[in-house]
């Protein structure tokens, strides 16, 4: 009985790191689409929260402890994907059409 109780807690400990690993990293600005490439499972039903109040595409988003995350601010042109390791980030407005 012993051996089934430490081998389930050494499971379930090596679950919970290896889980944690695929969340935001810490302090970096994620686009709503970047979350949900890094973790769909672990953020859309958050992402999801938000979209009730039309708060989800274009939105840049804060990653907190524990892959948390919370509201940055709105794109108004887009969100634009930084790279890995790197904020995502708001781009500026860019006229296609001589000044549009």
């Not at 935001?24 to 009730?52: H, I, M, N, W």
């Not at 039309?54 to 794109?75: H, M, P, T, V």
């Not at 980030?89 to 296609?96: I, N, T, V």
Request: net charge positive; hydrophobic share 35%; glycine share 8%.
């Amino acid at each position: 009985m012993k051996f089934t109780t430490v081998i389930t807690a050494a499971t379930l400990a090596f679950a919970g790191s290896t889980a944690a690993a695929n969340h935001c990293t810490q302090g970096l600005k994620y686009c709503s689409t970047t979350l949900l490439y890094v973790d769909d499972a672990f953020y859309r039903p958050k992402l999801d929260a938000y979209e009730k109040f039309n708060i989800f595409r274009d939105y840049l988003w804060n990653c907190n402890a524990n892959g948390q995350i919370s509201l940055a601010e709105k794109c108004r042109y887009g969100c634009a994907n930084g790279g890995v390791g790197k904020n995502d980030f708001c781009p500026p407005f860019q006229p296609r059409f001589g000044g549009e």
